[in-house]
Protein backbone atom coordinates (compact mmCIF):
# COMPACT_ATOMS: atom_id res chain seq x y z
CA UNK A 1 0.00 0.00 0.00
CA UNK A 2 1.09 3.62 0.13
CA UNK A 3 1.53 3.84 3.45
CA UNK A 4 2.12 2.00 7.11
CA UNK A 5 -1.74 0.20 7.75
CA UNK A 6 -2.34 -0.24 11.41
CA UNK A 7 -5.12 -2.59 12.65
CA UNK A 8 -7.19 -2.71 14.34
CA UNK A 9 -7.16 1.49 14.84
CA UNK A 10 -9.17 1.07 18.43
CA UNK A 11 -9.38 -1.66 20.16
CA UNK A 12 -11.45 -2.03 23.76
CA UNK A 13 -10.42 -4.99 25.66
CA UNK A 14 -11.00 -6.64 29.31
CA UNK A 15 -8.44 -6.61 31.97
CA UNK A 16 -6.50 -10.02 31.87
CA UNK A 17 -7.76 -10.91 27.43
CA UNK A 18 -4.85 -11.26 25.13
CA UNK A 19 -4.93 -8.30 22.04
CA UNK A 20 -3.24 -8.51 18.96
CA UNK A 21 -2.14 -5.43 17.30
CA UNK A 22 -1.42 -5.58 13.02
CA UNK A 23 0.86 -3.48 10.81
CA UNK A 24 1.64 -3.14 7.73
CA UNK A 25 4.97 -1.44 6.44
CA UNK A 26 5.01 0.24 3.22
CA UNK A 27 6.17 -2.41 0.31
CA UNK A 28 9.99 -2.74 0.46
CA UNK A 29 10.64 -1.76 4.08
CA UNK A 30 13.51 -3.33 5.77
CA UNK A 31 13.20 -1.55 8.68
CA UNK A 32 10.08 -1.75 11.42
CA UNK A 33 9.46 -0.47 14.89
CA UNK A 34 6.62 -0.24 17.37
CA UNK A 35 6.13 2.91 19.64
CA UNK A 36 4.03 3.09 22.75
CA UNK A 37 2.16 6.50 23.34
CA UNK A 38 0.50 6.99 26.30
CA UNK A 39 -1.65 9.69 27.43
CA UNK A 40 0.14 12.95 27.09
CA UNK A 41 3.55 10.67 27.19
CA UNK A 42 6.01 10.97 24.57
CA UNK A 43 6.98 8.05 21.92
CA UNK A 44 8.38 4.87 23.99
CA UNK A 45 10.45 2.46 22.05
CA UNK A 46 9.14 -0.65 22.08
CA UNK A 47 11.03 -3.05 19.63
CA UNK A 48 12.70 -2.89 16.49
CA UNK A 49 12.99 -5.42 13.54
CA UNK A 50 15.87 -4.75 10.44
CA UNK A 51 15.46 -7.33 7.70
CA UNK A 52 17.16 -10.90 8.91
CA UNK A 53 18.54 -9.23 11.76
CA UNK A 54 17.63 -10.36 15.54
CA UNK A 55 15.37 -8.24 16.74
CA UNK A 56 15.91 -5.08 19.23
CA UNK A 57 13.47 -5.98 21.73
CA UNK A 58 15.19 -3.24 24.68
CA UNK A 59 12.35 -1.46 24.86
CA UNK A 60 9.62 -3.99 25.68
CA UNK A 61 8.04 -3.21 29.23
CA UNK A 62 7.73 -6.25 30.23
CA UNK A 63 7.18 -10.67 29.04
CA UNK A 64 3.33 -9.83 28.26
CA UNK A 65 4.61 -8.08 25.84
CA UNK A 66 5.94 -9.61 22.15
CA UNK A 67 5.86 -9.27 18.46
CA UNK A 68 6.51 -11.13 15.43
CA UNK A 69 7.74 -9.99 11.99
CA UNK A 70 6.55 -12.36 9.19
CA UNK A 71 8.28 -13.13 6.41
CA UNK A 72 10.01 -9.97 6.74
CA UNK A 73 6.71 -7.79 5.85
CA UNK A 74 3.62 -8.23 8.57
CA UNK A 75 3.89 -7.28 11.96
CA UNK A 76 2.27 -8.49 14.83
CA UNK A 77 2.28 -7.19 18.88
CA UNK A 78 1.03 -9.38 20.85
CA UNK A 79 0.16 -8.26 24.45
CA UNK A 80 -0.91 -11.10 27.38
CA UNK A 81 -2.96 -10.56 30.39
CA UNK A 82 -3.38 -6.91 29.35
CA UNK A 83 -3.51 -3.94 32.09
CA UNK A 84 -4.97 -1.41 32.20
CA UNK A 85 -1.62 0.45 32.11
CA UNK A 86 -1.21 -0.95 28.93
CA UNK A 87 -3.99 1.38 27.48
CA UNK A 88 -2.00 3.64 24.89
CA UNK A 89 -2.18 4.41 21.53
CA UNK A 90 0.34 1.99 19.61
CA UNK A 91 2.41 3.10 16.63
CA UNK A 92 4.09 1.37 14.15
CA UNK A 93 6.75 2.56 11.52
CA UNK A 94 8.81 1.69 9.00
CA UNK A 95 11.70 2.42 6.65
CA UNK A 96 14.13 1.44 4.22
CA UNK A 97 16.18 1.41 7.18
CA UNK A 98 19.73 1.64 5.41
CA UNK A 99 21.91 5.14 5.44
CA UNK A 100 20.09 7.80 4.65
CA UNK A 101 16.66 5.93 4.15
CA UNK A 102 16.29 5.81 7.53
CA UNK A 103 13.14 8.34 7.60
CA UNK A 104 10.31 6.54 9.48
CA UNK A 105 7.21 6.60 8.04
CA UNK A 106 4.41 5.78 10.58
CA UNK A 107 0.78 4.45 11.12
CA UNK A 108 -2.04 6.23 12.45
CA UNK A 109 -2.07 3.94 15.65
CA UNK A 110 -4.42 1.37 17.54
CA UNK A 111 -5.44 3.01 20.40
CA UNK A 112 -5.73 0.22 22.69
CA UNK A 113 -7.97 0.66 26.01
CA UNK A 114 -8.31 -2.09 28.48
CA UNK A 115 -11.44 -1.84 31.35
CA UNK B 1 24.03 4.54 22.53
CA UNK B 2 22.24 7.18 21.06
CA UNK B 3 19.84 9.28 23.04
CA UNK B 4 17.80 12.65 22.18
CA UNK B 5 16.67 15.50 24.31
CA UNK B 6 14.18 17.79 24.48
CA UNK B 7 14.59 20.33 27.36
CA UNK B 8 11.16 21.98 27.08
CA UNK B 9 8.44 19.60 27.70
CA UNK B 10 5.51 22.84 27.16
CA UNK B 11 5.97 25.98 25.34
CA UNK B 12 4.02 28.79 24.57
CA UNK B 13 4.01 31.37 21.93
CA UNK B 14 1.74 34.19 21.03
CA UNK B 15 0.73 33.84 17.40
CA UNK B 16 3.18 35.70 14.80
CA UNK B 17 6.35 35.72 17.02
CA UNK B 18 9.06 33.43 16.50
CA UNK B 19 9.96 30.05 17.73
CA UNK B 20 12.78 27.67 18.56
CA UNK B 21 12.39 24.61 20.19
CA UNK B 22 15.87 22.74 21.25
CA UNK B 23 16.81 19.38 20.56
CA UNK B 24 20.31 17.84 21.77
CA UNK B 25 21.36 14.40 20.69
CA UNK B 26 24.26 12.46 21.95
CA UNK B 27 26.20 10.20 19.52
CA UNK B 28 29.52 9.78 18.74
CA UNK B 29 29.35 10.11 14.71
CA UNK B 30 26.74 12.49 12.82
CA UNK B 31 23.67 11.40 13.20
CA UNK B 32 20.85 11.30 10.69
CA UNK B 33 18.18 14.07 12.55
CA UNK B 34 14.99 14.29 11.95
CA UNK B 35 12.08 16.55 13.63
CA UNK B 36 8.11 15.21 13.64
CA UNK B 37 5.00 16.81 14.33
CA UNK B 38 2.07 15.49 15.74
CA UNK B 39 -1.34 17.24 15.67
CA UNK B 40 -3.95 16.54 18.14
CA UNK B 41 -5.01 13.13 17.07
CA UNK B 42 -3.25 12.74 14.15
CA UNK B 43 -0.20 10.56 13.03
CA UNK B 44 3.00 11.52 13.27
CA UNK B 45 4.46 13.86 9.74
CA UNK B 46 8.11 14.34 8.82
CA UNK B 47 9.04 18.28 8.65
CA UNK B 48 12.69 18.07 8.39
CA UNK B 49 15.49 15.88 8.18
CA UNK B 50 19.28 16.48 8.08
CA UNK B 51 22.05 13.85 6.76
CA UNK B 52 24.75 15.71 5.86
CA UNK B 53 25.61 18.77 3.82
CA UNK B 54 24.41 21.66 4.39
CA UNK B 55 23.65 22.57 8.38
CA UNK B 56 20.49 24.61 7.73
CA UNK B 57 18.03 22.83 6.56
CA UNK B 58 14.45 23.66 5.37
CA UNK B 59 11.18 21.78 5.70
CA UNK B 60 7.64 22.03 5.36
CA UNK B 61 4.73 24.56 6.33
CA UNK B 62 7.66 27.50 6.56
CA UNK B 63 10.19 25.37 9.64
CA UNK B 64 13.94 25.17 9.33
CA UNK B 65 16.20 23.58 11.75
CA UNK B 66 20.44 24.49 12.02
CA UNK B 67 22.76 21.51 13.01
CA UNK B 68 25.23 22.55 15.25
CA UNK B 69 28.00 19.89 15.55
CA UNK B 70 30.11 21.87 18.32
CA UNK B 71 26.76 21.58 20.45
CA UNK B 72 25.39 18.66 19.46
CA UNK B 73 22.39 20.33 18.83
CA UNK B 74 19.28 20.45 16.31
CA UNK B 75 17.13 23.21 16.83
CA UNK B 76 13.95 24.02 14.82
CA UNK B 77 12.76 27.47 14.29
CA UNK B 78 9.98 28.86 12.77
CA UNK B 79 10.09 32.65 12.00
CA UNK B 80 6.25 33.82 12.26
CA UNK B 81 3.69 31.26 14.40
CA UNK B 82 0.45 30.25 13.12
CA UNK B 83 -2.06 29.32 15.53
CA UNK B 84 -2.51 25.94 13.18
CA UNK B 85 1.64 25.34 14.39
CA UNK B 86 -0.03 24.15 17.97
CA UNK B 87 0.72 20.28 18.49
CA UNK B 88 3.23 18.36 19.70
CA UNK B 89 6.77 18.18 18.51
CA UNK B 90 9.26 15.49 18.15
CA UNK B 91 13.43 15.79 17.07
CA UNK B 92 14.71 11.83 16.57
CA UNK B 93 18.14 10.95 15.82
CA UNK B 94 18.69 7.33 13.53
CA UNK B 95 21.42 5.41 12.08
CA UNK B 96 21.86 2.40 10.25
CA UNK B 97 21.25 -0.77 11.49
CA UNK B 98 20.10 1.13 15.11
CA UNK B 99 16.69 1.74 16.00
CA UNK B 100 15.34 5.39 15.44
CA UNK B 101 15.20 7.43 18.62
CA UNK B 102 12.87 10.21 19.64
CA UNK B 103 12.73 12.65 22.32
CA UNK B 104 10.11 12.86 24.78
CA UNK B 105 8.24 15.76 22.80
CA UNK B 106 7.65 19.39 23.32
CA UNK B 107 4.23 20.92 23.34
CA UNK B 108 3.57 23.92 21.50
CA UNK B 109 0.90 26.19 22.66
CA UNK B 110 -0.04 29.31 20.63
CA UNK B 111 -2.05 32.17 22.38
CA UNK B 112 -4.08 34.61 20.17
Known amino acids: GAGVSQSPSNKVTEKGKDVELRCDPISGHTALYWYRQSLGQGLEFLIY????????KSGLPSDRFSAERTGGSVSTLTIQRTQQEDSAVYLC?????????????FGQGTRLTVV | AQSVTQPDIHITVSEGASLELRCNYSYGATPYLFWYVQSPGQGLQLLLKYFSGDTLVQGIKGFEAEFKRSQSSFNLRKPSVHWSDAAEYFC??????????FGKGTSLLVTP
Open chain 2, 92 to 101: AVGNSGYALN
Open chain 1, 49 to 56: FQGNSAPD
Open chain 1, 93 to 105: ASSLGQGMNTEAF
